[in-house]
């Protein structure tokens, strides 16, 4: 039993053996969010017969992200989630071969290194625009996802994507609500049955790998030669003079599929979202980007003088974070507060529950973009906000989201506005990231 201690955290019993595991697969956000408020910020609960802590204080989370970090690693649950998608990339990799692969990586997200990848952006984003007419209706989730697609293959990778390759998006998607269907619930067929489901999953994961592996050959037969990510994890050499194998490249580069697009374009869709929801502060955005650019595009020098825009991200991240929880599995014993666990505790952590917490933040449902500027963003709690997780396995790519983030933005708010389709539901679907349940059905306004 994880919890060695005399004193076991509270939390709700749920059914025999199936605990929460049903509530958790219908409603994920909305029961985390009821136990936190009902139990307290440890709290034990049971799904499917496995024990589970959820942890809901900035104290707590950071003891286990950043004091005490080196007695855990990724939970079971996040490698049966992503694994077979990701196989041993960053994302789920552990010990001296995470070590390994992050140096490796690191040098390729360097600022500098980063910053040169601006002006690709920004003409990705001028490109994605040119079909956009006054007074039409577009999917802004589907767009923003062609969108950073794009920007991703082209600064990580250096290439470009055949046409079939449109469907990336797609296939990520289906694969990651596939394994987390599977996961939370409690009967599960062997995925080599050959049921519609698991076929279209076979189906999916075989052109993702052929696309990457192609990308890969693509490299290879210019000998590692350019300046992107690929080209440098490919030529990249340990200190024993290893390099990558074949296996490794494929998992990192699916990493970076689903890391280097899918969250940066849940960011945008989300932003587009809360911007034409709330035209005041869409009007303070407009007013310093005008101020700035003057209808140019932007460029890196340009964002140290739009705070406003830094602090609409922020706020996005914070209410609508692309990663809504993290999962880790202790090691070793441990002890958190007044409560003593064992190794092989699962612990949970929700970006979406203690972003939203009162007690970290006043008005926690409002969109504020302003509680980030002139100082507030001080204030708040270390381990309240962590929408990029935090220690060590801080998300690597935090830099590139954010920067593409910010032109992005920048250079289409200037050209466009958007408002909800009169009717639309808007759900958050919480898969592996934050999505779009029913997509983002907006209508574009051409400004002046």
Excluded at 219 to 242: P, V
Excluded at 307 to 328: G, M
Excluded at 415 to 429: N, T
Aim: charged fraction near 25%.
């Amino acid at each position: 039993m994880p919890v060695i201690g005399k004193k076991v955290p509270p939390g709700p019993k749920g059914l025999p053996f199936l605990g929460l595991a049903l509530q958790i697969r219908s409603n994920p956000l909305g029961i985390m969010t009821r136990v936190v408020r009902e139990y307290g910020d440890v709290v034990r609960f049971l799904a499917v017969g496995q024990e589970r802590i959820l942890l809901n204080h900035p104290d707590l989370i950071e003891q286990v992200l950043v004091v005490q970090q080196g007695k855990f690693h990724k939970s079971d649950l996040t490698r049966r989630v992503v694994g077979p998608l990701l196989g041993q990339g960053l994302l789920v990799s552990e010990g001296d071969f995470w070590r390994r692969q992050r140096r490796l990586a690191q040098p390729a997200f360097h600022r500098s290194r980063i910053n040169e990848y601006a002006a690709p952006m920004v003409d990705c984003a001028s490109a994605q625009v040119q079909g956009w007419r006054d007074g039409e209706v577009r999917d802004m989730a589907r767009e923003m996802m062609q969108l950073t697609l794009v920007i991703a293959v082209r600064t990580l990778f250096g290439t470009t994507l055949p046409g079939e390759a449109k469907n990336v998006g797609d296939a990520l998607a289906f694969l990651m609500r596939y394994q987390l269907w599977r996961q939370r619930s409690p009967l599960r067929l062997p995925e080599s049955w050959p049921t519609p489901r698991n076929r279209r999953a076979m189906r999916d994961m075989k052109f993702l790998d052929s696309l990457v592996y192609g990308i890969i050959a693509e490299k290879e037969n210019l000998h590692g030669e350019g300046s992107d990510l690929l080209s440098l994890l490919m030529s990249a050499m340990d200190d024993d003079g290893s390099q990558m194998t074949p296996q490794q490249l494929r998992d990192e580069t699916m990493t970076l599929f689903l890391a280097g697009h899918e969250t940066t374009a849940l960011l945008l869709g989300w932003t587009w979202y809360l911007l034409g929801e709330n035209p005041s502060a869409e009007a303070r955005l407009l007013e310093e980007l005008n101020g700035v650019l003057a209808g140019r595009p932007p460029q890196v020098s340009d964002l140290m003088e739009l705070p406003y825009l830094q602090a609409v991200l922020n706020e996005s991240l914070r209410l609508y974070p692309p990663a809504y929880i993290l999962a880790r599995t202790s090691t070793e014993p441990f002890t958190l507060g007044e409560y003593k666990f064992g190794r092989d505790t699962t612990i949970l952590m929700s970006q979406w529950v203690t972003h939203r917490d009162p007690r970290f933040f006043e008005a926690p449902l409002e969109f504020r973009p302003e509680r980030w500027i002139n100082g507030s963003a001080g204030k708040i709690s270390a381990g309240a906000y962590f929408p990029f997780g935090d220690g060590p396995r801080r998300c690597i790519g935090q830099g590139f989201a954010m920067l593409e983030a910010a032109l992005v933005v920048a250079a289409i708010a200037q050209r466009f506005q958007f408002r909800l389709v009169p009717g639309h539901r808007v759900e958050p679907e919480p898969l592996v990231t934050l999505r779009f349940k029913h997509g983002l059905r907006m209508s574009i306004r051409a400004r002046n």
